[in-house]
């Protein structure tokens, strides 16, 4: 065996997805790989190379191996996957945010009119373009990737399959909260670079267990208003959703976790600028206009 880096994603909501739109489903999937397709494609790209930045390539996914509403990725290189972890994660959710940054209903921004054209007329249709977020866990150790025998459209073939103790280990990790959040275990940092390490958090009550906090790795890390300009094009569409949604929906306490996910990113960030009163004072004003005074406190802690 070698030893990786491994990313244990889960899809989030997949469940009632399925029940709810099964196509709607299906298209959720396939945003994901459309993102990874666009990568790969950039890549390939001969006028291209030299020119697209290493963390938004994916040469860091040494084994990239979706099933149903899981995903396991294995890398080489630490440092190099969580930066492109992260912005590929960023990618994902965006590839629809636009949708819920103006919703067409906002009780169920989900829900999207588009164009459907046919021989008659031009019409417009409803779909279901749901929000791609992951909980997910990381770990590195031994990893052993191999082919086993599988049946395809009644034909036989070799596909991947992989064991090891970090996967077992991610995959023990992964269920250690709620919402799009990636945990790890605290000495997984000491195999990064100084400033990666300053993206990780222990998570509170639970000894052992930090959090990456992916959000932040790609906000602008020179000044601070372009990196509220960088939490913003999150916060926006995830404050929509927060909204549309109400306990005990299932969906409601993801998009919680999210938005507390993407303050504590942000207050991270700030601080690698030294910006930190200023973040949290824009961030508090944020909550006032966006959510209500009374999570301020809870929020912002």
Known sequence: MHTHIVAFLDLLGFSNYTKEDIVGTGRLL????????????????????????????VDGFHHFLPFSDSTLIIGNDPNKFLRQLADFLRACFLINSHAYFLPDDPEHPEKVRVLDASLSAIKTAQ??????????ALAIGEVHVFEVLGIARGKSLKVPNAIGPAIVEAVKLEKSGKGPRLFCPTRLPEHLTPDLREYFQP?????????????????????FDPQMNDFYELWSPAVNLWKSKTKPHVA????????RLLIR???????????????????????????SDEFVDDYLS
């Not at 690698?272 to 909550?287: E, F, G």
Request: proline share 5%.
């Open 203 to 223: 998570v509170h009550g639970l000894n052992g267990v930090s959090e990456f906090l992916w959000p932040a790795v790609n906000f602008n890390r020179t000044t």
């Open 30 to 57: 396939a945003d994901q790989q459309e993102i990874l397709g666009q990568r790969l494609s950039e890549a390939q790209n001969p006028n291209l190379i030299g020119q697209i930045p290493e963390w938004m390539q």
């Open 252 to 259: 409601f306490e993801h998009y919680d976790q999210f938005l």
């Open 127 to 136: 779909e279901m373009w749901y929000p791609a977020q992951w909980r997910g």
């Open 265 to 291: 990113s942000a207050v991270c960030s700030a601080k690698l600028v030294d910006a930190t009163p200023t973040a949290r004072d824009y961030i508090r004003n944020r909550i006032r206009q966006d959510l």
